[in-house]
């Protein structure tokens, strides 16, 4: 890069990859990607059949990653530079997951229908050249995907699971056709054709199986789509006009008839309505809905028309970026699976090492050349770099699936770890705790009319989206107050607004922010007493600097917070809260929730410097907030939970949102990252567990002791079942209770 350039703007794509088989592939893949001129970062994701890549897109186009996967044997989709859109890349997943399963079905079921005879020759009495004939369909048309993909990957010197399979049956196959067809040549090896064909029977069916049970791992992402009609109706010429949700663009003016689902975010222009909101706010009580009114995609329209411009449209619409992300954060990896990603680089070329060693050491030993090809087959079918590679991913994809059915949006697998570390969670009060929408109780005024300062201040409020300037918009408008228009608007988060109505200076904002403001603070304190005693939030109006009404306001407690902080109490974690409400209503609210530390009148600074100094006290913070003022303690802690109806920026900000405002959504999550990693330390046991015990047993190691060593066909088996395992233990997140557990049960 020249001295003085500036660096290249990124990309980040998620792209679905077709053709994976194992752990290994998605290391190959990786390879050529990070190979790339532009790629900044490439990870390639075995579970969920996926790429995520980094790249600078002047160097490496999309025609370039698509011809290095390529290359490298496997499929993406068309037009990566086109932006195609997460509706295509999720259609272009499933029809290859589609062949997947159709290809393994069909391979599975040559293989055991003609394998079958093979396996019983002797007992139904068939000659071995009969059988040698059967089990050619079963090697080189059933197992022709295993064989091909097997070679390519050699050729490539980055040997997998293919090759190995590939190899183990081809020498199974080879050494008994030998004899079968040369009798004498290799003494006794005619027996290995049974091995050859139920080796790749047992492998074409766990793959199949594997295939129908990932089939149901993408509903997450699948039902959220589904949400989105695939028809809209836009108006043309003054009339409603059906097209393809893919034409519709932000702008246009979309129409929306009783008992549809609105496709696109809009502003309601025309027309009232009640919207059942149940996708978002998890509550299907119907929630009015008229002109100037937002909404968003996914909700279902009652009985009224309405007609509504377009501000979001397919993966740019609330519902495409919360499907775009869960559909990213099951292709993410957690920092668990590094080690088994670094097993599963090195075990295949460990493996074919390891059944050239058992062959070479079984003929040392004076043993014939059946018995040593005999081992040094079971050697290479039994090693299993699958189960390892699916260990997490698998878990990964069932846990954000799970979340998203629950209304939880975990963003990347990294953070379903750090959940099961917190030991302190920091709520902020407003919208997160309470519902967010404080109404004006109260208002104390210094020479001015309570009914001018409240004009005043909601005028002010007017382009306002803090809950406050919201209240005293409703307010002013309640009382049929007259509004001017404001000038200069500046919205200060944490302190207040600022703006000029007519040729007068308004601030409206905390008491704090209003004390270094004024001109004259005295008023402050006497207009604030009677508010403060009543442990109301407040808000002081500045009329050129002064000092000249103090707003006082309620906030109803969520029915679910009290319940949602006993339970993360149960779970053995600590409860703050921290707002930038008055330490007066705090205090009230955290007496009502039983929680011994609160913190008001907080700045957004200064709620991230306190979440700084508990990170280096040594506790696991996490943080759940709403407004744009929690964003910088959002990303400060550990993991940050952002309320969903809260603003875009504490949602970007955030390791995972909580998509209905439902405080009870955060015991569930902390329980639900503790059951993931639970489930992936047992597959990683396992994965491992069964590679240091199988492959041994395959060389031989237990016949001195026992007599006896699988087969091929045995080991064949057991690589199949290792895996589909690995899958099923996963998709118990699925289904399991999530009821969190309390502190020290297991």
């Known amino acids: 890069m020249l001295i003085g350039m500036p660096p290249a703007p990124l990309e980040t794509l998620d792209i679905p990859v077709e053709g994976m088989s194992c752990q290994a592939c998605a290391i190959t893949i990786e390879k050529a990607l ?20 980094v790249r600078e897109r002047e160097r490496a186009s999309g025609a370039l990653i698509a011809a290095a996967v390529e290359r490298a044997g496997y499929r993406v989709p068309p037009d990566l530079d086109g932006g195609s859109s997460l509706s295509a890349q999720l259609q272009f997943g499933e029809a290859a997951e589609a062949r997947a399963l159709s290809r393994s079905r069909r391979d599975a079921l040559i293989a055991i229908s003609l394998g079958i005879p093979v396996v019983l020759a ?73 091995a050859a ?86 509550e299907s009580a119907p929630v009015p809905h008229g002109p100037g009114d937002r909404v968003r995609a996914g909700s279902l329209n009652g009985a009224g028309a309405i007609s509504l411009r377009a501000t979001g449209v397919g993966a740019d619409s609330s519902l495409g970026r919360v499907a775009a992300a869960v559909r990213a954060a099951q292709g993410s990896r957690a920092p668990v699976q590094e080690l088994a990603d670094r097993v599963s680089a090195i075990f295949v070329p460990a493996v074919l090492l390891a059944a050239l060693s058992t062959c070479a050491i079984w003929l040392a030993l004076g043993e014939g050349t059946a018995l040593a090809l005999q081992h ?70 210094d020479g001015i009319e309570r009914d001018a300062a409240l004009a005043l201040a909601a005028s002010a409020e007017a382009r306002s989206e803090q809950a406050v300037g919201r209240a005293l918009h409703a307010a002013a408008q309640a009382r049929g107050l007259l509004l001017e228009a404001a000038a200069e608007f500046l919205s200060l988060p944490g302190v207040g607004v600022t703006a000029k109505i007519g040729a007068r200076s308004v601030f409206v904002g905390s008491a704090a922010a209003a004390l270094e403001r004024a001109s004259d603070p005295k008023p402050l304190e006497r207009l604030l007493a009677p508010l403060l ?44 809260i921290f707002s930038g409400d008055n330490p007066a209503a705090l205090a009230r609210v955290a007496r009502e929730l039983h929680v011994e530390r609160a913190r008001g009148a907080m700045t957004p600074q200064a709620k991230a410097d306190a979440i700084d100094q508990l990170l280096q006290s040594g506790r696991t913070v996490a943080m759940v907030g709403d407004g744009v003022n929690d964003a910088p303690a959002l990303a ?55 590679n240091l015990i199988a492959l041994p047993a395959a060389a031989g190691a237990l016949e001195p002791l026992l007599g006896w060593s699988p087969s091929p066909a045995l080991s064949a088996a057991a690589m199949a079942l290792s895996s589909l395992a690995v899958v099923l233990n996963s998709l118990r997140l699925r289904s399991s209770s999530l009821e969190p557990r309390e502190h020290g049960r297991i």
């Open 197 to 282: 064909v139920l080796i790749l029977a047992f492998v074409l069916l766990g793959r199949w199986l594997e295939s129908r049970v990932r089939e149901r791992s993408g509903d997450a992402v699948r039902s959220l789509m589904e949400l989105m009609p695939a028809q809209v109706s836009v108006m043309r010429q003054g009339k409603p006009t059906d097209v393809a949700l893919a034409e519709v663009r932000p702008g246009n003016l979309v129409f929306v008839r009783p008992g549809e689902r609105v496709a696109v975010d809009g502003e309601i222009l025309d027309g009232s309505t009640w919207l059942d909101e149940s996708t978002w706010s998890g």
């Open 34 to 53: 990070r190979a790339v001129p532009g790629v900044v970062e490439a990870q390639v994701n075995y579970g969920s059949r996926s790429a995520h890549v």
């Open 533 to 576: 005693a009543r442990g109301e939030t407040t808000a002081v109006l500045l009329v050129d600097g002064q000092v000249r009404a103090a707003f006082g306001f309620g906030d109803e407690l969520r029915p679910s917070s009290r319940p949602a902080l006993d339970s993360l109490r149960r779970q053995g974690i600590e409860v703050m």
């Open 376 to 445: 040094a087959v079971a050697v290479l079918v039994v090693a299993c770099p699958c189960a390892l590679g699916l260990a997490t991913p698998a878990a990964v994809i069932a846990a954000v699936g799970r979340g998203a059915r629950e209304g939880v949006l975990v963003r990347d697998a990294g953070a379903l770890q750090r959940l099961v570390g917190v030991d302190l969670v920091v709520f902020d009060k407003t919208g997160t705790l309470s519902f967010g929408r404080p109404q004006l109780a109260s208002v104390e005024v």
């Open 636 to 690: 400060r802690a550990h993991v940050g939970m952002a309320m969903g109806g809260g603003a875009d920026v504490a949602i970007a900000a955030a390791d995972c949102t909580i998509l209905r405002a439902d405080p009870s959504r955060v015991p569930l999550l902390i329980e639900l990252g503790r059951r993931t990693l639970r489930i992936v330390r047992l597959n990683l046991s396992w994965a491992f567990g069964y």
């Open 122 to 194: 002797h007992p139904l009495g068939l000659e071995h050249q009969l059988a040698l004939l059967l089990s050619v369909p079963v090697q080189f048309i059933a197992g022709w995907s295993i064989l091909s993909a097997g070679l390519r990957a050699a050729l490539r010197l980055a040997p997998d699971m293919n090759t190995l399979v590939a190899m183990g049956s081809l020498a199974a196959w080879g050494s008994a056709a030998a004899e079968i067809l040369a009798p004498g040549s290799l003494p006794g090896a005619e027996q290995h054709l049974h």
